[in-house]
């Protein structure tokens, strides 16, 4: 199990200038580009999309960026905010709108650290579960059979498919053997992976 910042937003004022903190859950560093690309094409008036992230289960995979900030102002505090709560798989970029006033190497690190920092305490974090992700294909008997059994275990079903035959996803706790507990009742399952699920 980990934790992750929830996905939300802040923003903080300091001397007219604003930083807007966002929080996303990543499934890896892979990620990180496409979501800081958007916010740059989306966001034309910010001056600075930095940005710090942690993206595996041990916190051993992170990055930060300080997008033409002062080096090490912006996206080490950032990442440093996410890593002093434990988070992981978890990005932060803060978008700087500049005020007119600057405010120094110090003051830059204060308003990056503290607007990721906000948002974690605002935002909250979230548990999340590693579950193996499976394709499931039966006939409409076999589904109702399994569906029941299944109900009594931690185990999801989701994307249902009704055909000539059933089509599902199971996802199930990753040392749960999904194999013994289904095959024996008429369905067929395929691996697809790993993935993290989070508490609602």
């Known amino acids: 199990m980990i934790v992750c910042v929830k996905p939300s937003q802040y923003e903080l004022v300091v001397k007219r200038s604003r930083f807007i903190a966002t929080s996303y859950h990543i499934d890896s560093r892979d990620e990180v580009k496409g979501i800081i690309d958007a916010l740059r094409r989306d966001n034309v008036g910010a ?7 942690i993206s595996d289960e041990k916190g051993d995979d992170f990055g930060y960026d300080d997008d033409g900030e002062p080096s090490g102002t912006a996206g080490k505090p950032i ?54 992700e499976y394709e499931a294909e039966c006939d409409g008997e076999a589904y109702k059979r399994a569906a029941a059994v299944l109900r009594n275990t931690a185990c999801r079903i989701g994307q249902i498919r009704y055909a000539s035959s059933v089509t599902c996803k199971i996802f199930a706790p990753a040392a749960f053997d999904i194999a013994a507990a289904v095959e024996p009742l008429g369905v067929k399952i395929t691996a697809l992976g790993e993935k993290y699920i989070f508490e609602e």
Request: proline residues 0%.
């Open 47 to 53: 001056r600075h999309v930095c940005y710090g992230y």
């Open 79 to 132: 990442y440093s905010a996410v890593a002093a709560v434990g988070a992981r798989k978890t990005l932060i970029a803060v978008e700087r709108y500049f005020g007119g006033i600057k405010l120094g190497a110090g003051g830059l690190t204060r308003a990056y650290r503290q607007s990721a920092a906000e948002l974690i305490e605002r935002a909250g974090l979230v548990k999340a579960e590693k579950y193996a």
